[in-house]
């Protein structure tokens, strides 16, 4: 545990001294901030562009530093040979990679921490203008649980980005970083649409038995990210369940887990 901790610590350090990382974080707050402009629309479409914005930010930015991080994370030890020196050391493959994982992963936690504070402040702003206008519409436009949805669904997008980063980590040992980068962003957007696969595999829409076939596998083997965007429920202000958020979580953290696996095997297979 010892080495999986410094090889996390050294480079989460590590990460905070890529520019191009820092230039996404700062644009990304930019963004966000800037939905504060949105005065010139009612409060209810305020509200709604408020959240699209904001939660959107939150993904679409976090989503490109998960990858161009995760992508990164391997090769460029490769490719400096600093990978020879800690191997060389007590430190295993497997070591070696969780290490590098959970560094990237505490990476991501800060960015979409620092995102999400920065949303919550634009919100916490605004929210008594949006609350008045709700007093004043009655019954059908309410707040009740916005709050509390917003901060779930910052939760969730954690760990979107975490089934991300898994994926571009082992996508970086199969293949260079610019692929890996396109491949992972490939997996990102389909994974975005996976009840169309399910829609395509269906013989009611016309797929043969071999589309449906290869439809169905890619439906079961992606990872479904649109689970993780609540932004819907959090505009009709429904409560959100913590059994949701649990189920959701726990398909997250087994995704994570066996492309992890994978990519140990592959990683372990692998000339270095």
Same mark, same amino acid.
């Given at each position: ?19 191009? #990382? $820092? ?16 005065? +010139?629309?009612?409060?209810?479409? =305020?509200?709604?562009? &408020?959240?699209?914005?904001? *939660? ?20 460029? =030890?490769? !490719? ?6 800690? @191997? ?9 990679? *969780? /290490? ?10 800060? $960015?979409?921490?620092?995102? /999400? ?42 760990? =979107? %980005?975490?089934? %991300? #980063? ?21 997996? +990102? ?10 829609? #395509? ?14 439809? $169905?596998? *890619? +439906? ?5 990210? !649109?689970?993780?965007?609540?932004? =819907? ?9 913590? /059994? &949701? @958020? ?13 492309? @992890?696996? &994978?990519?140990?095997?592959?990683? $372990? !297979?692998?000339?270095?």
């Amino acid at each position: 545990m010892k080495a999986i901790w410094r090889i996390a610590k050294a480079t989460f350090h590590e990460a905070w001294r890529r520019r191009f #990382l $820092n230039g996404i974080l700062v644009f990304a707050i930019l963004i966000i901030g800037s939905s504060w402009t949105f005065t +010139y629309l009612q409060p209810g479409a =305020e509200l709604k562009m &408020l959240i699209d914005t904001g *939660l959107g930010a939150i993904r679409f930015f976090g989503m490109l530093i998960a990858i161009f991080l995760g992508v990164r994370l391997i090769p460029d =030890e490769l !490719e400096r040979q600093t990978i020879h020196t800690l @191997l060389a050391k007590p430190v295993t493959r497997v070591q070696f990679m *969780l /290490g590098k994982f959970f560094g990237g992963l505490a990476t991501v936690f800060t $960015n979409v921490a620092l995102m /999400g504070i920065t949303f919550f402040i634009v919100y916490a702003i605004k929210a008594p203008q949006f609350q008045n206008a709700a007093a004043e519409e009655g019954p059908t436009y309410s707040m009740q649980f916005m709050s509390a949805n917003i901060a779930k669904a910052i939760g969730l997008c954690f760990f =979107e %980005l975490a089934v %991300l #980063l898994s994926i571009a980590v082992l996508a970086s040992i199969l293949f260079s970083w610019i692929l890996a980068s396109i491949f992972s962003f490939f997996i +990102y957007f389909v994974g975005q649409m996976a009840d169309f696969l399910r829609e #395509l595999a269906s013989p009611e829409h016309g797929a043969d038995p071999i589309s449906s076939i290869v439809f $169905n596998v *890619l +439906y079961r083997i992606l990872p479904h990210f !649109e689970i993780f965007d609540i932004r =819907e429920k959090i505009l009709l202000d429904d409560f959100v369940p913590w /059994g &949701l @958020l649990r189920n959701v979580t726990a398909q997250a953290i087994i995704y994570v887990v066996v492309v @992890l696996m &994978l990519a140990y095997l592959f990683f $372990n !297979e692998r000339e270095v």
